[in-house]
């Protein structure tokens, strides 16, 4: 398995012109991601750490672009990967909006994580789950018919949510505290 070390994903990042926010965001998403990880490996869950820091901080990678081209930036970003030789790096990015499957293992996994972190970051600010919620919504949902799927979406990821945190010594309020400590 081939994963890139952090100064690669930075290096992937400025060859995509990432704006700064963008990639203030990922690396926030990817502080999460790794709080999150480093908690569940200590309570005895096997996950791949570099696995998951690179998938976190390359989440959004072909984002920019899609602001003008409408495409799916987890579906492209996850296709990107891939061709560069990093499937599983691009296997998470792709689900980091909509996981192919919710609880498929019995154990968290690194998508898990990060999508997981990806739905508490809020441009560059940790946030409860309804405030991201509700700015996806107001941002991207333009239909009935959308904002009925993101609801069941969100249902999903509130179910993550215990999940991961059943595993944790904190509670999802307490979360920002701890990334700060």
């Not at 995509?16 to 965001?25: G, N, S």
């Not at 672009?65 to 990093?86: A, D, I, M, P, V």
């Not at 909509?98 to 940790?126: C, G, M, T, W």
């Amino acid at each position: 398995m081939r994963i890139p070390q952090s100064d690669e994903c930075l290096n992937m990042l400025a060859v995509m012109q990432m704006p700064a926010h963008i990639q203030a965001h990922s690396e926030l998403v990817c502080r999460v991601a790794l709080l999150l990880t480093d908690g569940l490996i200590d309570a005895g869950v096997t996950l791949n750490r570099p696995l998951v820091n690179a998938s976190a901080l390359l989440h959004d990678i072909t984002k920019p672009r899609s602001f003008s081209t409408g495409e799916n930036h987890s579906k492209t970003g996850g296709e990107y990967l891939c061709g560069l030789g990093f499937p599983e790096v691009g296997d998470i990015v792709r689900q980091h909006v909509i996981l192919d499957a919710y609880f498929a293992q019995a154990a968290p996994s690194e998508a898990e994580v990060v999508n997981y972190a990806d739905k508490r970051v809020l441009h560059d600010q940790v946030v409860p789950l309804d405030d991201r919620m509700n700015y996806i919504i107001q941002r991207y949902c333009k239909t009935d018919e959308h904002r009925q799927w993101m609801r069941a979406v969100w249902d999903h990821t509130l179910q993550l949510e215990r999940r991961l945190f059943a595993y944790l010594s904190y509670t999802p309020l307490e979360l920002t505290g701890y990334l700060e400590g």
